[in-house]
């Protein structure tokens, strides 16, 4: 029974984190837009005159989406139409399950594998549900019965299709040289040191596929360059018809997409929750100091934030009062707790549960760090690179990433069964 | 780890199991939250399909050209190429040599089919 509420409570807290991701990428994406195009961005919204820097508007955004009028157009398919949202949301939430966010917890005899589902398949799991997206996609173009969303469809439809080989083949390539596609075995084996001094990552053996990975994993979420099935700017998208909520969750499932998507890139190519040259048995044996340092970053970062609230106008009347108040006082409780921890790490002696615990935490926090870096670059690409023409991202998908993938792989294989013969 | 008692079934997929279930009732929440709480108004207009403006014409259920069924095709042969790929990758260590040699005849034929649909001009758009 215990193991059915923890199984459970790992699928709420994956939920609820890629939920809270959403509108924390969503203010990324904003300020970051608004700091690259040399402007001030969201900062009006607040509650209480706490602002947050914008981080309130996405709250409206909810509150106004959910209270907008749910506009259903007359003669469109009800059932396919109303699908069509729901599908890409669960699809989207779905496919994370297997992505491990930390080595598996372990103390006396009881071992916790931190991701929802630890399947021997998992990037396979990865791929096939994150794939059904384009279900979603096909079905909001058709069941809108309307021209531009069809044309939206099948424009994406194409296109997804197109950037999946490429992406799974340097998938695979990274597989191969792991000789598994279960995600804690691979992020494990990239514990391992090349040359005795480098941590063998993805992106140190398969840096094409790396590259390739990422450009496909563009395409694959419709970010910007290969944004063609939304085109929100002049092309018409698949989900013009929808309004409210349902236009909503085709937003939600895109953002939720990235962030899996980055995920799947940092287990693949970044070493996922490995911290570089500290394996989990020295992360558990060296735990004090672990937690020290863990408490220094949060003081680190608290300190921060103390300053950046310093710099704010002062004074009761000054117009971000409250936000100064605010942002102050919670980077003086980061320091306090920052340093708290610090002290407790470098005093206390930790039992083996509170130590697996410290490792896991590192570990969540090297693999949380990873995975919105990776974010971040989907932001910086949108912003900074115009978009494809159709037929140049066709060109690009069929005649360049397709070849180059498929000859990264046969030439992986080449090399290892080389080595593996070598070393006989 | 491999080779080893297979895995248990209640705990590798009772978890996937809650997840689909929560998502599918997330989305289907939301859906209904939005229904119950958008506003009607609708006027005449409001329903019809956007056409930028311009009064819509002829039957929008008709047969629509999919121009690139060719892509779909060669899209089929990649992917199922890519699905025998990910089994190969989990086992080619056990024997390195052999499962080159029967990927690249595999590869090689797909390759020849590759360079006869390019010279043919699938990949060619307009």
């Known amino acids: 029974m215990s193991l059915a509420v923890l199984l459970a409570a790992k699928a709420v807290v994956l939920v609820l984190l890629l939920l809270n991701l959403v509108p924390l990428l969503v203010w990324v994406e904003r300020k970051a837009s608004a700091l690259i195009q040399d402007r001030v961005g969201p900062n009006r919204a607040g509650i209480l005159g706490l602002r947050f820097a914008g981080m309130f508007h996405n709250l409206a955004d909810v509150g106004k989406m959910l209270t907008k009028e749910d506009i259903v157009p007359a003669g469109v398919d009800r059932l396919p139409f109303v699908l069509a949202p729901a599908l890409g949301l669960t699809v989207a939430l779905a496919a994370a399950a297997v992505i491990p966010v930390a080595d598996v917890w372990s103390s006396g005899g009881r071992s916790v594998p931190l991701q929802v589902a630890d399947l021997d398949v998992g990037i396979l799991w990865v791929f096939a549900v994150s794939s059904l997206g384009v279900y979603s996609i096909v079905l909001a173009g058709w069941a809108s019965r309307s021209r531009f969303p069809l044309l939206g469809a099948l424009r994406s439809a194409a296109q997804l299709v197109s950037y999946e080989v490429p992406l799974a083949l340097a998938a695979i390539s990274v597989a191969l040289c792991f000789g598994t596609l279960r995600p804690n075995e691979i992020v494990e084996a990239q514990g391992d040191l090349v040359f005795g001094a480098l941590p063998q990552w993805g992106i140190l053996l398969q840096p094409v596929a790396f590259v390739i990975f990422v450009t496909g994993a563009l395409a694959e979420t419709n970010r910007l360059p290969f944004d063609l099935p939304e085109g929100e700017s002049e092309i018409v998208g698949y989900h013009v018809e929808y309004s409210s909520m349902k236009f909503g969750m085709f937003m939600m499932a895109e953002y939720i997409h990235v962030a899996v998507a980055s995920a799947l890139a940092a287990t693949l190519f970044l070493g996922g929750w490995q911290v570089p040259w500290l394996p989990t048995e020295a992360l558990r044996t060296h735990a004090g100091p672990v937690l020290a340092g863990l408490g220094a970053i949060g003081a680190l970062g608290g300190a921060a934030a103390l300053a950046g609230a310093l710099r704010l106008p002062r004074g009761v009347t000054a117009p971000r009062s409250r936000d100064a108040l605010a942002i102050g006082g919670l980077g003086l409780a980061g320091v306090v707790a920052g340093l708290a921890a610090a002290a407790t790490g470098l005093g206390a002696d930790l039992g083996p549960g509170a130590r697996a615990t410290v490792a896991a935490a590192a570990q969540a926090l090297a693999f949380g760090a990873k995975t919105l870096l990776l974010c971040f670059g989907f932001v910086w690409v949108r912003w900074t690179l115009p978009r494809f023409r159709y037929d140049q991202l066709m060109r690009l998908g069929w005649r360049q990433l397709t070849p180059l993938a498929l000859a990264n792989l046969v030439l992986t294989a080449g090399a290892l069964a080389a080595l593996g013969e070598l070393s006989r | ?126």
């Not at chain 2, 989305?27 to 009064?55: F, I, K, N, Q, W």
């Open chain 2, 1 to 126: 780890m491999r080779g080893d008692n297979p895995p248990p079934v209640f705990e590798t997929y009772f978890g996937l199991l809650v997840l689909l279930t929560l998502s599918a009732g997330l989305a289907a929440a939301l859906l209904a939250v939005s229904a119950v709480l958008g506003p009607r108004r609708h006027e005449s207009a409001t329903l019809d399909p956007y056409e930028c403006g311009v009064p819509s014409a002829g039957d929008l259920r008709r047969r629509t050209s999919v121009r690139y069924y060719v892509t779909a095709v060669l899209f089929i042969l990649f992917d199922l190429e890519v699905a025998f790929l990910w089994a190969w990758a989990v086992v080619f260590h056990e024997s390195p040599l052999e499962n080159l040699a029967a990927m690249g005849v595999f590869i090689g034929v797909l390759g020849v089919g590759y360079a006869y649909a390019w010279a043919k001009g699938a990949f060619e758009w307009d």
